[in-house]
């Protein structure tokens, strides 16, 4: 007999005890520990119960799947919508419709560009402006998790993951016009170089140009003079005035 293949060693993982929610913030009940190849480990998993303890699930996840770092939010960020915003990062919520919210196709996990339709102060003109690019959507209505068959929902507010500076131009820009959403890939990170467009560029005047006439001048007439003849009285004289 040849010699016998020995069984790649083996340690133990910490895996969901029963199926869990998103938002879920384990607990010693949530999780146990399940023996598993230490050849074929997957990435980012836990070797102690404790290290997964108190943390909120960012997926759900069904009995006996392994707990991994990239499914769990940080220690104490909250449940729900509040465990899936990383530190320093903001939620921010906008307002949406059918059309702006690219016919329902904005999902949580969706990258997408905001642009904003207003008449800057002083002018008469409207123009669209992008004013944030490649931005993470992180909730759709009250949809944390996007639907596994991609159908499309209709959503009243798209909740967007931005930094404080980037959730303070939202605001602004939502409050001077009307914002709408650009789907793009989430495989594109690409910061693009977009220039305002104004309202003449897409509806161009047939009108030509006004030239403002200039005045002109009638030529230099010499002023009238008159010839005045005195007569004191035997001598004449005459006197010439111009008015």
């Known amino acids: 007999m040849g010699p016998v293949a020995q069984a790649p060693p083996t340690m133990h993982i910490v895996v969901a005890s029963r199926d869990l929610p998103v938002g879920a913030t384990l607990t010693p009940d949530d999780v146990a520990l399940l023996e598993w190849y230490s050849t074929s480990l997957p ?6 119960t404790e290290s997964s303890l108190g943390r ?13 770092d ?12 509040a465990g899936k915003v990383p530190p320093g990062m903001r939620a921010i919520a906008v307002r949406s419709n059918e059309i702006s919210g690219v016919a329902g196709f904005l999902y949580p996990g ?8 207003f008449t800057p102060p002083g002018e008469r003109v409207p123009q669209t402006q992008t004013v944030l690019q490649n931005v993470e959507v992180v909730a759709a209505g009250q949809t944390i998790e996007p639907d596994p068959q991609g159908k499309p929902q209709k959503v009243n507010v798209v909740t967007l993951l931005l930094t404080p500076e980037g959730s303070q131009k939202l605001a602004l820009a939502s409050a001077q016009g009307t ?4 789907l793009r890939s989430g495989a594109d990170h690409e910061q693009a ?8 560029q897409v509806f161009p005047s047939d009108k030509p140009p006004v030239v403002a006439k200039v005045a002109k001048h009638a030529p230099h007439q010499p002023k009238p003079v008159y010839l005045l003849e005195v007569i004191q009285g035997t001598k004449r004289s005459q006197e010439k005035f111009a008015e």
Not at 43 to 48: D, I, S
Not at 56 to 68: G, S
Not at 70 to 81: E, M, S, Y
């Open 43 to 48: 990435a980012g998993a836990f070797t102690k």
């Open 56 to 68: 909120p699930l960012l997926f759900p996840v069904v009995a006996k799947q392994p707990i991994v």
């Open 70 to 81: 990239r499914d769990l939010g940080v220690a104490g960020a909250g449940i729900g919508l």
């Open 110 to 117: 969706s990258h997408a560009d905001c642009i904003v339709t």
């Open 179 to 182: 914002i709408q959403f650009v």
């Open 193 to 200: 170089e977009v220039r305002p467009t104004t309202f003449d």
